[in-house]
């Protein structure tokens, strides 16, 4: 006989682990699928979240998998759901084992993709000297000679946010135009360098950026690299449980929720960086929580006609 989760919480990140959590003391069967590709595991810490500051994340991770276990009606499960569909009664995941996961929810905590940069180098500085969120890596980066890749109207504000953490901050372009008077006013109010010369590699040290090499032969010293990491949904599932996501016209495509997670197909659910523009740690975890809620009341609906959506 095939066995039927309640919920198949799709991700093991930060929404996903959280939300598995809320349901397992909700002695919910639920099953955790996943590929333990979350984003930030590039990076070395974990910074500004309330009680782990400066933990690594992939510990992070294992200690909510850990707590996980200490509920028995959930299961977690590394793997890849390949495609979904709805049947009747709910859906079916295929799992890249081969596997058929039967579940009556499915929660899609599935994450985004950080576009890096497509510059010689940066690739092994990702997360670490070269970083997409200042917030998150302002601190390690304090007092260091920093810059900002950027053009157009974000480049002002990338570069001048990052005088909150130093006062050495060089504004580079590539090349590319965009900055109009008032844009390099405020760059020089700020005590901002502007420098437009094409970027042909970072240059590194024991894996720490040491310079942006340009096109005429110079190089510029440098300690840290704020860049633009456009976002992209990291799995296929939401399209193919034919969910919405926001138009091509946003870069980051969040899959579209209402305000208690439920996205336009009925029992399916989002939660964390997957339908957000504007990801972090935190706000996953409390999205995963909040979502797994509102499924848990999706349940007893079915089973006891209690009053949903709630009000």
């Known amino acids: 006989m095939t066995e039927v989760w309640e919920c198949a919480v799709v991700g093991g990140g930060a929404a996903g682990l959280s939300a598995a959590l809320v349901l397992g003391r909700a002695r919910r069967r639920t099953i955790v699928v996943d590929a333990n590709e979350q984003s930030n595991l590039a990076a070395p810490v974990v910074g500004g979240l309330l009680g782990y500051d400066q933990g690594a994340p992939s510990e992070l991770y294992a200690f909510g998998r850990a707590e996980l276990s200490a509920y028995p009606s959930v299961e ?14 709910g859906f079916e995941l295929d799992l890249d084992d081969g596997s058929t996961v039967v579940t009556r929810r499915v929660l899609l905590a599935t994450g985004m993709r950080y576009g890096q940069p497509e510059i010689p180098g940066a690739a ?9 969120c200042p917030f998150c890596h302002g601190w390690e980066m304090r007092g260091k000679r920093l810059a900002a890749l950027a053009a157009g109207e ?3 504000h990338a570069a001048v946010m990052l005088r909150g953490w130093t006062d050495d ?17 405020a760059l020089g109010k700020a005590d901002v360098t502007v420098e437009h010369r094409r970027i042909v590699e970072l240059t590194s040290e024991r894996g720490e950026l040491t310079g942006i090499a340009f096109a005429d032969g110079t190089r510029l010293a440098r300690d840290g690299l704020l860049v633009e990491a456009p976002l992209k949904q990291r799995s296929s599932l939401a399209e193919q449980l034919e969910t919405c996501c926001a138009p091509a016209e946003f870069e980051a495509q969040p899959v579209d929720v209402d305000a208690i997670f439920r996205t336009k197909v009925e029992s399916v659910f989002a939660a964390g960086d997957a339908c957000t523009r504007e990801p972090h740690l935190s706000s996953a975890i409390d999205s995963g929580c909040r979502a797994a809620m509102t499924i848990v ?15």
């Open 76 to 89: 977690y499960r590394r793997g890849q759901v390949d495609g979904g569909r709805r049947v009747e009664g």
């Open 124 to 132: 092994e500085l990702w997360g670490t000297s070269v970083f997409q």
């Open 154 to 156: 974000r480049a002002v």
């Open 169 to 185: 901050v060089v504004l580079v372009t590539d090349g590319r135009p965009g900055l109009s008077e008032a844009d390099e006013r």
């Open 297 to 311: 009341q999706s349940l007893l609906a079915d089973e006891f006609g209690l009053p949903y959506p709630p009000t």
